[in-house]
C-alpha cells in the first residue's frame, strides 16, 4: 500500500470513529464501544513493551488495577465528583509509571521465560494487596462518583476520552517503532547478546518501554473504573486482562503498530458477544485460553504480517527468478558471470 493509501485510509478510520456515537444511537453499541477503545489502548501499550522486545508481560494488569484503585481513592479521600474527577487520569498513570519502575528493576534482571513467571507472581501480590488493605475497600472495593449526565448520551464522553487514549497510544507506538529508541528494542528482541556487543544499554532501554507501557496501562485502568462505576480486586486485578491484550496483540501481529488494533477491535466485540449471549462465566475463559493456543500453533506471526507475506507471494508469483533472466542456454547467469556478490555487513538482526 502506497504512503498516500495509508494516510487516506487513516483518515478515514479516524472521521468514522469520530462520527460513530453521532450515528449509533444504540447505548449498547457504545458501550461495547467504549470498552473496545479501551482494550485497544491497552494493547497498543503492551505491545509497546511486548511486542517491541519480545518480553511476554503477564503482570500488566498490575498497572491497569493501580491506576483504577489511585483513581478511586483519590476521588474518595479528596472528594471529587462530577466531571473534576477525570481530571485524575494523569495522575493514575504516574501511579502506574511510579509502579513500574521497581517492578522493571527486578523482573528486566531476569531472561525471557523467567520474566514471565516474576511478572504472575508480582501481579498475584498486587491482587492480594487489594483484597486485605483497608485503603481500597478490601473485598468490598471502591465505587465511582456518580455522574448526573443525561442518559441518552451518558456513554459519548467516555467515548470520546477512550478514543483520544486510544489514537494517542498508537501514535506513540508509529514514533517509537520509527525511532532509534525502537531499533534499540528490537535489537534486544531479535538478539539481546549482539545488541548489547553493539553498544545498547539494554537494562535502560527496556525499563524506558516497560515504564512507557505501565503509564498508559494505568491512565486506561483509571478511565475503565469510571466508566464500569466500581473497582474490585479480582477485576481491578484480573488474569484474563493479561491474558487478552495478549492475545489482541498475538492476533493482530505481535511487535506491529496496526497488530494489536485489530486484534482488540475483533476479539473485545466478540467477548462483550460472549457474555451478553451466554450466563456460563467461565465460558469466555475457555473459549479465550483455545483460542490463545489456537493464534500461537497456526497463526504464530499474527493476521497482518501473514497477510503481508502472502499478498507479496502472491504479486511475485510467476515473476523470473532475480539474476536468472536473459542467459542464453547454456550461458551463465549475470550473477555467476560476474562471481559472488559482496556480502551486506551482519546488522545484528535489526529490522
Do not use: C
Request: net charge positive; charged share 10%.
Amino acid at each position: 500500500m502506497s504512503p498516500v493509501a495509508r494516510r487516506a485510509g487513516v483518515a478515514a478510520a479516524l472521521a468514522l470513529a469520530a462520527i460513530f456515537p453521532l450515528v449509533i444511537a444504540s447505548q449498547l453499541a457504545t458501550q461495547i464501544a467504549v470498552d473496545a477503545l479501551i482494550f485497544l489502548a491497552a494493547a497498543a501499550a503492551w505491545n509497546i513493551f511486548s511486542g517491541y522486545t519480545g518480553y511476554i508481560s503477564l503482570g500488566h494488569a498490575v498497572f491497569f488495577g493501580a491506576g483504577a484503585y489511585t483513581a478511586a481513592v483519590a476521588a474518595h479521600d479528596w472528594n471529587l465528583g462530577g466531571a473534576t474527577e477525570f481530571a485524575l487520569l494523569p495522575l493514575a498513570g504516574a501511579v502506574a509509571a511510579v509502579i513500574a519502575v521497581p517492578f522493571g528493576l527486578i523482573a528486566l534482571r531476569a531472561k525471557r521465560h523467567t520474566f514471565v513467571v516474576i511478572t504472575i507472581a508480582v501481579f498475584f501480590i498486587f491482587q492480594l494487596m487489594a483484597s486485605n488493605l483497608s485503603v481500597t475497600g478490601g473485598t468490598t472495593g471502591i465505587d465511582a462518583p456518580f455522574l448526573t449526565w443525561a442518559p441518552d448520551t451518558y456513554n459519548n464522553p467516555f467515548y470520546y476520552l477512550a478514543l483520544i487514549i486510544a489514537v494517542g497510544t498508537i501514535g506513540l507506538s508509529w514514533l517509537i517503532r520509527g525511532s532509534r529508541f525502537g531499533l534499540q528494542l528490537r535489537a534486544i528482541r531479535d538478539d539481546e547478546d549482539r545488541a548489547r556487543s553493539l553498544g545498547v544499554r539494554a537494562m535502560r532501554v527496556k525499563l524506558a518501554a516497560f515504564v512507557i507501557s505501565g503509564a498508559v496501562t494505568g491512565l486506561v485502568g483509571a478511565l475503565w473504573f469510571y466508566f464500569i462505576g466500581q473497582v474490585l480486586p479480582q477485576y481491578g486485578f484480573d488474569p484474563l486482562f493479561d491474558l487478552s491484550v495478549a492475545l489482541m496483540a498475538f492476533l493482530g501481529g505481535l511487535g506491529t503498530v496496526a497488530g494489536p488494533v485489530l486484534g482488540a477491535l475483533i476479539l473485545e466485540p466478540a467477548q462483550q458477544y460472549l457474555t451478553l449471549h451466554y450466563s456460563n462465566s467461565y465460558l469466555s475463559e475457555i473459549i479465550w485460553g483455545a483460542l490463545f493456543l489456537l493464534v500461537i500453533l497456526f497463526l504464530p506471526r499474527g493476521i497482518i504480517p501473514t497477510a503481508g507475506e502472502r499478498l507479496t507471494a502472491w504479486r511475485t508469483r510467476g515473476r523470473p527468478a532475480p539474476g536468472g533472466a536473459g542467459a542464453g542456454p547454456g550461458e551463465p547467469s549475470p550473477r555467476t558471470a560476474a562471481g559472488p556478490l559482496p556480502r551486506e555487513p551482519h546488522s545484528g538482526g535489526v529490522r
